[in-house]
């Protein structure tokens, strides 16, 4: 526990001021996120209109994420995190005055693009202001912060929903907004300076690589992101187009005693217990060992959760049954989660040059961009017809052949670094 204590102490300014915005915005949108889907059927004609609105979101990320991270590289981490909050916060009262198909897609078209602005320089300077011994810890105490909200959110969300669904929509645009202001005035920019002529800065901006040219020159980056889609993928429909699931397979139950509410609280719950100390555990060991062990247990909990429902209705089990049962399954899953997803993103920070992290961490984006869009779009389809159990036994093998891959990627990772290192003597003693 002193540990504990004193790697928290120890985690800079910029970082703990981001941990307060997280927890107050994680809340604001988890009220959102449970209804999201269900609020959408109810609004289109079609489910697979549903998959539609949210995967166009992501389609708007690529543009967001390419030119974000290199803006954070040029200009800083904090304008284009501040501009892309404000951003947000203007689309999502759009909701509140929009009501139909067309218009939710082009909401969801700029949602997608502001909100990816935001994480290439949110994680660049993470990255910037901590030790990269110290990066696992840093990340999972932020996913901490998003996850109280994960806890507090959709309970909130679920009081609040029986009396106007508008209210939460105005409340996460509040939220948002109030996020940026934080940024604003709290968050010290951290782009590593460095002592040179005007001129000399123009012309080292200009040679910045583009996100695309970075991934197609880094093979293991390469490999990351494409490996990576199945994750975000799976992301997508437990965060999206679980509710409708079970919604489906469980048509006994009413839209209040939809399992997914209380499931996804109590994934928060858990994360906010135990994150930080399961990051720091993380941290000491290899990467893509880790990274196997969460994908491993990450895919368990889809296969359950995709077969569990129907088992439920034919047995015609009670919901306190129902309930238990889901709420294990799920804490197997976000145990999966919580060794996953901080580690990823130490993995990106450690294989990026200094000058290139915003950069790295844009074009890793890439994966959630890809996953993002092809996830609802392929699940709107298979929901469309009652295949949901399908739909997450794919991902949750997926999610077990991409840990395989992650732990053949932290070797390769190893063996270049151990490539370079000898190389420095060598130059050193031509020198």
């Known amino acids: 526990m002193k540990e504990t204590w004193r790697a928290y102490r120890e985690m800079d300014r910029n970082v703990w001021i981001r941990f307060i915005g997280e927890s107050i915005n994680g809340i604001a949108f988890m009220m959102l996120l449970p209804f999201l889907a269900l609020y959408l059927k109810d609004r289109v004609d079609h489910i697979w209109e549903v998959g539609i609105v949210m995967g166009v979101s992501p389609l708007a990320s690529v543009i967001g994420t390419m030119i974000g991270g290199r803006l954070a590289d040029i200009y800083g981490r904090k304008p284009v995190m501040v501009g892309s909050m404000a951003g ?3 689309v999502m009262l759009g909701f509140v005055w929009l009501d139909d198909f067309w218009s939710f897609v082009i909401l969801s ?3 997608g693009f502001f909100n990816s602005l935001f994480h290439p320089a949110a994680s660049a300077m993470v990255a910037d202001v901590t030790a990269p011994d110290k990066r696992t810890e840093a990340f999972g105490l932020l996913r901490m ?4 909200g994960a806890a507090i959110g959709p309970l909130l969300g679920a009081s609040v929903v029986i009396f106007s669904k508008a209210v939460i929509f105005m409340i996460s645009a509040g939220s948002m907004f109030f996020y940026a202001m934080i940024v604003l005035i709290w968050i010290k920019e951290s782009l590593p300076k460095k002592e040179k002529s005007k001129s000399v800065e123009k ?17 293991l980056l390469f490999v990351f992101i494409i490996t990576g889609v199945v994750i975000s993928m799976s992301f997508t429909q437990t965060e999206g187009m679980l509710p409708l699931h079970f919604d489906q397979t469980l048509s006994n139950l009413t839209d209040a005693q939809n399992p997914y509410t209380y499931m996804l609280a ?20 290899a990467i893509g060992r880790v990274m ?11 296969l359950a959760v995709g077969w569990l ?20 399954i799920y804490g197997i899953y976000t145990l999966g989660e919580m060794l996953m997803s901080p580690v990823q993103m130490t993995f990106v920070a450690n294989l990026a040059p200094e000058n290139l992290r915003g950069t790295y961490m844009g074009a890793a984006g890439l994966q959630w961009i890809l996953g993002g869009v092809t996830g609802p779009l392929i699940g709107g389809i298979l929901l469309e017809q009652k295949l949901g159990n399908v739909l997450f036994t794919i991902l949750g093998i997926g999610c077990v052949i991409a840990g395989i891959v992650y732990l053949s990627l932290d070797r390769w990772v190893e063996n270049r670094h151990m490539a370079e290192n000898s190389i420095q003597p060598e130059i050193s003693s031509a020198k």
């Open 109 to 111: 078209l700029f949602l």
């Open 266 to 285: 109590f994934n928060g719950l858990l994360v906010v217990l135990f994150q930080f100390p399961i990051s720091r555990w993380a941290g000491n060991r």
């Open 292 to 302: 196997l062990y969460g994908c491993i247990l990450f895919g368990f909990g889809l």
């Open 88 to 90: 947000n916060a203007v």
């Open 203 to 219: 012309e080292e901006e200009e040679k910045l690589p583009s996100p695309f040219k970075v991934i197609l020159q880094d093979k």
């Open 309 to 328: 429902p129907q088992a439920f209705y034919v047995l015609n089990a009670n919901y306190l049954t129902v309930m238990i049962v889901f709420l294990a």
């Open 145 to 148: 912060g998003h996850n109280i």
